[in-house]
């Protein structure tokens, strides 16, 4: 059974950063690629940021290139989202993605 369990999420001031990570389990972790995704209220649900199974390549939206990174630990079976210099329009539910699979989601809240 598969399953992604997100955690790392909360409240943080414009301009400050925050990690969140998903922890994986139920499949093998080290040969899918993994997402992000997000999804604010009142918006559709849409891609944040993807990684290999490597970790070799990845991808980004327009919207938080240089400020958001991607990252993997297959010895953990857990993908990170490094977010720098949040803005307030980066609040959002942010959920974690393997193929059609999802996690809970954590929620960011970007707001002073």
């Known amino acids: 059974q598969v399953q992604l369990v997100e955690s790392g999420g909360g409240l943080v001031q414009p301009g400050g950063s925050l990690r969140i990570s998903c922890a994986a389990s139920?499949?093998?972790?080290?040969?899918?690629?993994m997402r992000w995704f997000r999804q604010a209220p009142g918006k559709e649900r849409e891609f944040v940021a993807s990684?290999?199974?490597?970790?070799?390549?990845?991808d980004y939206a327009d919207s938080v290139k240089g400020r958001f990174t991607i990252s993997r630990d297959n010895a953990k079976n857990t993908v990170y989202l490094e977010m720098n210099n949040l803005k307030p329009e980066d609040t959002a539910v942010y959920y974690c993605?393997?193929?059609?699979?999802w996690g809970q989601g954590t929620q960011v809240t970007v707001s002073s």
């Open positions: 993605n393997r193929a059609g699979d």
């Open positions: 139920g499949f093998t972790f080290w040969t899918y690629a």
């Open positions: 990684i290999g199974w490597n970790g070799g390549t990845t």
